[in-house]
């Protein structure tokens, strides 16, 4: 957690990311969020992804294995592969 903070620090951007850790209620962090971003390199079966669709909340994910599932509202990018082409993504309103 303390490198994420490092890097939200290094560029600028604690007005814009917020790195939650241990919260119980997540409704009203999902409606005040415009996306999630989920780097995840090792999960079996994410709840997270379910409740951010579950919230209408688009997702960007690594193409993984687990991730098929899941194809209205999720950008799934290959894992490394810094020089991926850009992707129009509406986000709710």
Known sequence: IEFLEDLIEK???EKNVEVLYG???V???YLNSSILLY???SESYSYLMNEAKAHAIPIIAFNLSYNPAYQNG???VNQF???QR???FRLRS
């Open 23 to 25: 919260k119980q209620n």
């Open 74 to 76: 999720v950008i799934l």
């Open 81 to 83: 592969d810094y020089k």
């Open 39 to 41: 780097p995840s390199i």
């Open 11 to 13: 560029f600028d951007l």
């Open 27 to 29: 409704t009203s962090y």
């Open 86 to 88: 850009k992707r129009s």
